[in-house]
């Protein structure tokens, strides 16, 4: 059994189609006077969050808040944390306080792995993000995105991405978003392919299950899904590309572009844009472009991760995939 | 949610498709009755059968009183006071007729009432979603072994059972053909 939700590829494609329909519930509570369920009561859940965060931070509190969780918040900055306090020491701080479940954003990748599985702290461990490894509730709300947009609301229930044509633009390399989602959407049987400047392809690409291109105007008609990714200047310590002009004109998605991709098709992006670098405002603002929507799916997506997985006396994921790999 | 393995060869029938549709038409005649007209009822089905029979009663009431009778689905998974103590449970559908259960009078709709949980657990999860009139329960049997304050106000059969009993409602819509089912639990639980 699936304790932790730790990396979008240990999901199968069954728990994840799970959790999508769970999420599809979910989503309904959002429509109603009362946004608020009785299910995780009298459990505490804390949001570690060790790097910032706004979205990721703000959809897990709201979701766990709409199950009746109580709620600590810990951000690094202003916590002992600046005193110099290790993983271990803040792990073992929790565990002595009777926290039920730990949601985790740390800058080093493998951190939430490393707390799940160190004997540290009992309760489950949920990634919200660590360094350029692995988001893994960004991906499975993006799929759901994707399900809704592109299969139907109710057409999409217990339905996979099969055939479905995603394209990721950007900066890749440094995208925890972009690993998670190419893993998640591979298992969902989708055909996905990644477009960005050499420098910023990761060494060992050609082992991911996906298309590489470095050619964007090529793969705009053929895709159903565009999703452009933020270049990530904080994480950037060498020249990856010349200007940003030159990004823009080569990589950034405009109404010109948008033009060429299919009627039906959508342009997502994780969040937080930067205007005018790989997306135009045009774009942002248009209808296709459901990153708003996104924002509200994550809610949605986490209350049925956090009840698949705290719900029961034991989760409803089952964790098949990584017991096979080790 | 119980299913058809758990239940021994010997379980007979204690109700046929022609019974259950009897049953049917009179809880949908004594709610007219009680509701003097059924203008304001609302039908919430308790998933899985809970749902089929919802929609049945709505039929049978729209050819009484000649009005469309709101109906809708009623999850009550997250409601449970036994979440904790089994492996988490799929979230079934919750479905609420557009105009609301404001002010209007709610029948809830069940296969079978047993313990009386998961009634507490529908009046909880009304309790969310909005303030009705009233809210009455219809089942199509009810077994007795209450284990809360909590009546039928219309039932389609009243079946007095032991606890080593079990009660199995198969509708055309989810098992291919109507029948109740009495049987007993298997020697190992």
Redesign the interface.
């Known amino acids: 059994m699936m304790r932790h939700l730790i990396s979008a590829a240990d999901l199968t494609r069954d728990d994840a189609v799970?959790i999508l329909?769970?999420a599809e519930?979910?989503a309904?509570v959002a429509d109603?006077?009362?946004k608020?369920?009785?299910?995780l009561r009298g459990r505490t859940i804390c949001n570690l969050f060790f790097e910032d965060s706004t979205r990721t931070r703000i959809s897990f509190e709201a979701a766990e808040k709409r199950l009746s969780a109580d709620v600590i918040n810990f951000a690094a900055k202003g916590s002992s944390v600046s005193k110099g306090e290790s993983l271990k020491d803040t792990a073992q701080t929790l565990e002595a306080m009777g926290v039920d479940a730990v949601v985790i954003r740390h800058s080093a990748s493998g951190a939430p792995y490393r707390l799940a599985t160190s004997g540290w702290i009992d309760a489950p461990v949920i990634n919200a993000g660590d360094g350029t490894h692995q988001h893994p509730t960004q991906a499975l709300l993006d799929a759901f995105t994707m399900r809704r947009r592109l299969v139907g609301r109710d057409a999409g229930l217990g339905q996979d991405l099969a055939g479905k044509r995603i394209t990721l633009v950007g900066d890749v390399l440094h995208s925890r978003v972009a690993r998670s989602n190419v893993d998640l959407l591979h298992t969902l049987g989708a055909e996905v392919t990644l477009v960005a400047p050499p420098t910023l392809v990761p060494v060992g690409v050609e082992t991911w299950p996906c298309e590489i291109s470095y050619d964007l105007d090529g793969v705009l008609p053929k895709s159903d899904a565009v999703m452009m990714l933020r270049v990530q200047r904080e994480r950037m310590n060498a020249a990856f590309f010349p200007t940003e002009r030159e990004y823009s004109r080569r990589y950034g998605l405009d109404g010109e572009r948008m033009a060429k991709m299919p009627e039906h098709a959508i342009v997502m992006h994780p969040g937080p844009m930067v205007r005018g670098m790989e997306i135009t405002a045009e774009v942002a603002d248009s209808d296709r472009c459901t990153v708003v929507e996104q924002v509200a799916n994550g809610v949605s997506v986490r209350m049925a991760v956090l009840?698949?997985?705290?719900?029961?006396?034991?989760?409803?994921v089952s964790h098949t995939r990584t017991e096979e790999n080790k | 949610m119980d299913t058809q393995q758990q239940y021994s060869d010997d379980a007979r029938p204690v109700l046929e498709a022609p019974d259950i549709a009897r049953v049917l038409t009179r809880i949908a005649h004594e709610i007219v009755e009680r509701a003097k007209g059924a203008d304001d009822v609302v039908l919430l089905g308790i998933p899985t059968r809970g749902v089929f029979l919802a929609g049945r009663l709505a039929e049978k009431l729209e050819a009484i009183t000649g009005t469309k009778i709101p109906v809708g689905s009623l999850d009550i998974t997250m409601y449970r006071d036994d979440l904790r103590m089994k492996p988490t449970r799929a979230i079934g559908r919750t479905e609420i007729p557009g105009d609301g259960i404001d002010g209007r009078l709610v029948v809830l709709v069940d296969d079978v009432l047993f313990s009386g949980r998961t009634i507490r657990a529908a009046l909880d999860a009304l309790g969310d979603i909005g303030r009705p009139r009233a809210v009455q329960l219809a089942v199509l049997v009810d077994r007795g072994h209450r284990e809360l304050p909590i009546r039928a106000d219309y039932v389609g059969k009243n079946l007095p059972t032991s606890l080593r009993e079990t009660v199995k409602v198969l509708l055309a819509e989810e098992d291919g053909r109507d029948t109740v089912l009495l049987g007993s639990k298997p020697a190992s639980s």
């Open positions: 799970q329909d769970t519930e979910m309904r109603r006077p009362i608020k369920l009785p299910t009840y698949l997985l705290l719900g029961g006396n034991e989760s409803a």
